[in-house]
């Protein structure tokens, strides 16, 4: 199976000519993350350095920041790759992600005020219409998950919190992007929804657990079936 490897992603002469590192590695990670680069991509210090008109130097640094956050790995001596999920590290991360995205929702709906409530009311209306709809675009329900799930956290000013759950935003995003179902109507996702928002609502730290809990473990499950389905042919391959 032909592995793809990096192609420019953006013109040489736009990268400036301080931290290149840097530069190189957010375009590398927001490739890996938007899923562009696949699990088993190589990262080819020469090739990249080609595309981007620098140095191998700034694109070994920004390689060994993407292997420090799980973006990339080993694949021998002087082989780096875009990292292949295992089914225990899309398991963990959406269970941490569960821990940490209620500590974060409960921390917001105590700074909550009426007014947010009635934005997450209207929201999940247009959710519920855009459900009932035999046929339409399912980027519209997308969306407003997306607007959902942002006016939940929204009110949260915990910093340290908020710092952990940097890097999980981005594993959550790349097995996302890998293995979910983004704007797709499910019956139990609108339930799960009107859960949330309730416990939200009311401040009910037990109730926003058990809910959030609940659509996280659907998500979790939902994204392994696909790991399973789509991947583990390709993986097989790598390993």
Not at 2 to 21: M, Q
Not at 84 to 93: E, G, L
Not at 143 to 164: D, G, T
């Amino acid at each position: 199976m032909k592995i793809d490897t990096v192609a420019t992603a953006r013109p040489a002469d736009r990268l400036l000519r301080s931290n290149l590192a840097q530069q190189v590695y957010e375009i590398l990670e927001d490739r890996i993350i938007q899923g562009e680069l696949r699990p088993g991509a190589h990262l080819a210090e020469e090739a990249i350095a080609i595309d981007f008109g620098v140095s191998r130097s700034p694109v070994r640094e920004a390689i060994i920041q993407l292997e420090r956050i799980g973006l990339a790995e080993r694949a021998g001596m002087r082989d780096r790759r875009v990292a292949i999920p295992s089914v225990k590290f899309v398991a963990d991360t959406f269970d941490t992600w569960a821990i940490l995205e209620v500590a974060r929702c409960y921390s917001s709906s105590l700074a909550a005020p009426p007014e947010d409530h009635q934005k997450i009311l209207r929201v999940l209306d247009l959710m519920e219409e855009e459900h009932s709809k035999p046929t339409g675009p399912l980027s519209r329900y997308g969306e407003l998950s997306l607007q959902f799930h942002e006016l939940l956290k929204c009110r949260c000013q915990n910093s340290q919190l908020l710092a952990v759950l940097q890097l999980f935003e981005k594993h959550r995003r790349w097995l996302a992007a890998l293995y979910g179902r983004r704007g797709k109507r499910s019956g139990k996702s609108m339930n799960e929804h009107r859960q949330i928002a309730d416990a939200y609502i009311k401040k009910d730290l037990i109730g926003l657990t058990a809910s959030i809990q609940r659509h996280t473990n659907r998500h979790r499950d939902l994204a392994l079936e696909a790991l399973s389905a789509n991947e583990r042919v390709a993986i097989s391959q790598f390993t």
